[in-house]
């Protein structure tokens, strides 16, 4: 009975059994490469980069060709020959975890591997109602939440993209005016790896009224990753970059925020808590972290923003 109970469908790497599996790889980053992909507010260091995104990077970049020869396989049993489609990853997690970060350097990180030079990104961001249509559905104060996207689209985007069309476009989102840029799209074509990156990527399909479900974005990815903390870190790490923003971003006057800029910081403070207990916090508890089983592979950060577990699932 005892030796049952070792028995789990999950792999569990703390930290140092992560990274003993970078020790025959070559740290591809210098410090300007992590200067420039680190995200406000983040700790991000040439060492968390050897010890938890080289490995990562290189398993990933396993599955990618795994992915090619399963292919081959299957059209050769099937006497078709259907081309290589992209090999989509699903970055979740919550406001301020640090799954931009994660989603950026690992698209540097797998564009240095010989078999996907080729990789783009793409935010679920862009895929948000614009502010007039939020406004319209009383929706502007749910920015985030499931509803609040246009699912419909963001289904079709990745449905094309695993379609294999030879380009695929996006909207643009910008958060220095919190919004869609109506002029400007993200264009796609036929990337080596797509990386989708967002809070509700993981989310399961919407059940219908009749009782049934359609497809989900996660239906069309081929391996996904949810980025983890304990949400008290997170609240703190909120309002240290809404603190932070108050004194760079915020200060454009173009900025959404901008009536922010001016506020004293225990004023700043109070606001960052209210936006988080109203908004994120909730979104986090509801949407989000429930979708965190759903994940291949789960990155557990400590409160310095490092990265502690790795927790993943068996093949």
């Not at 099937?78 to 979740?92: D, F, H, K, N």
Request: no cysteine; hydrophobic share 35%; charged share 30%.
């Amino acid at each position: 009975m005892e030796e049952q109970n070792h028995y789990s469908p999950f792999i569990e790497l703390d930290r140092p059994a992560w990274a003993r599996l970078a020790h025959e790889l070559e740290q591809p980053f210098d410090e300007s490469d992590v200067e420039r992909l680190r995200g406000l507010g983040e700790q991000l260091s040439l060492q968390e980069v050897a010890e938890v995104y080289l490995p990562l990077s290189r398993l990933l970049s396993i599955y990618v060709d795994s992915s090619s020869k399963l292919r081959q396989a299957s059209n050769e049993f099937l006497g078709e020959s259907t081309r290589r489609t992209p090999y989509v990853i699903g970055v979740a997690g919550s406001v301020a975890v640090g799954k931009s970060t994660t989603a950026r350097v690992l698209q540097e990180m797998l564009r240095r591997w010989p078999n996907t030079p080729r990789v783009e990104l793409v935010t679920t961001d862009g895929f948000l109602y614009p502010n007039a249509e939020l406004e319209r559905r009383n929706l502007l104060g749910r920015k985030g939440f499931p509803e609040s996207y246009d699912r419909r689209r963001l289904l079709r985007f990745v449905s094309d993209v695993k379609a294999g069309k030879p380009e695929v476009r996006a909207p643009m989102y910008s958060h220095l005016t919190y919004d869609i840029l109506p002029d400007q799209q993200v264009v796609v074509r036929r990337p080596d790896v797509l990386i989708m990156e967002g809070l509700n990527v993981l989310a399961p399909p919407t059940v219908r009224a009749d009782g049934t479900a359609g497809l989900s974005v996660s239906d069309f990815f081929d391996f996904s990753i949810y980025v983890d903390a304990r949400t008290t870190f997170i609240k703190r790490w909120y309002t240290e970059r809404f603190m932070d923003l108050r004194k760079s971003a915020f200060t454009d006057p173009r900025s959404y925020f901008h009536r922010y800029s001016t506020l004293s910081d225990a004023e700043a403070e109070r606001t960052a808590s209210d936006i988080w207990d109203r908004i994120n916090g909730p979104n986090l508890k509801v949407n989000v972290l429930p979708t965190r089983g759903r994940a291949r592979l789960v990155l557990t950060k400590d409160e310095h923003h490092r990265v502690k577990r790795v927790l993943m699932r068996k093949v």
